[in-house]
């Protein structure tokens, strides 16, 4: 139990464009889901957390205009990388958090060209 | 911010021997997991602590939530080839809407 699907599990994009990365909770419904960043060799940072039918919220440093999220239903939360630069390209990983415990998804690697 | 302390950041064993990382923090935690993370993967929950003493087995590994509720110790015993990856420690601070607070990791290497 407690599986988290992210689509796509790479990508690449031109400087510029927006990309979309899906989180889904197969098994369970999630009311909050989480999103991170992770640069080669580091730990995972918080970027938002997302509530199902409310505004996410976002971390200090993160810009909630270039990341949108949207979390439309209990299985299913989504962040849009708008605009996106080079310095953008990274490792996204979602969570869904069932009774306090975060169970993460496989990641999507994103290169901006 | 909020910070943990993991230690050690890597370490390089010979399979069959034991392993031993821990995590510090000068906050109060209510939970502590401990993740493991292979490359171009997401991290995957081995053990689970909420209560402050509790001692948590999951096959070979074992978790310790502190007394003190500000550390965590992941122990693996007989280490096998495919417990190489990534472990971190995460925590969970009070009234946070279940954030986590991750370790800065732990790269564990094996030699068969």
């Known amino acids: 139990g407690a599986v988290v699907s992210q689509h796509p599990s790479r990508v690449i994009c031109k400087s510029g464009t927006s990309v979309k990365i899906e989180c889904r909770s197969l098994d369970f419904q999630a009311t909050t889901m989480f999103w991170y960043r992770q640069f080669p060799k580091q730990s995972l940072m918080l970027m938002a957390t997302?509530?199902?039918?409310?505004?996410?919220?976002?971390e200090q440093g993160v810009e909630k205009d270039k990341f949108l999220i949207n979390h439309a239903s209990l299985t299913l939360s989504t962040l849009t990388v708008t605009s996106a630069h080079p310095e953008d390209s990274s490792f996204y990983i979602c969570s869904a958090s069932v009774q306090d415990t975060q169970y993460f998804g496989p990641g999507t690697r994103l290169t901006v060209l | 911010g909020q910070q943990l302390n993991q230690s050690p950041q890597s370490m390089f064993i010979q399979e069959g021997e034991d392993v031993s990382m821990n995590c510090t923090s000068s906050?109060?935690?209510?939970?502590w997991l401990w993740y493991k993370q292979d490359p171009g993967e997401g991290p995957v929950l081995l053990i689970a602590l909420y209560k402050a003493g509790e001692l948590t087995s999951n096959g070979r590994l074992t978790a310790q939530f502190g007394i003190t509720r500000k550390d965590s110790f992941l122990n693996i015993s007989a280490s096998i080839p495919s417990d190489v990856g990534i472990y971190f420690c995460a925590g969970q601070l009070p009234n946070q809407g279940g954030k986590l607070i991750f370790g800065q990791g732990t790269e564990l290497s094996v030699k068969p």
């Open positions: 906050s109060i935690f209510n939970t």
């Open positions: 997302s509530n199902e039918g409310s505004k996410a919220t976002y």
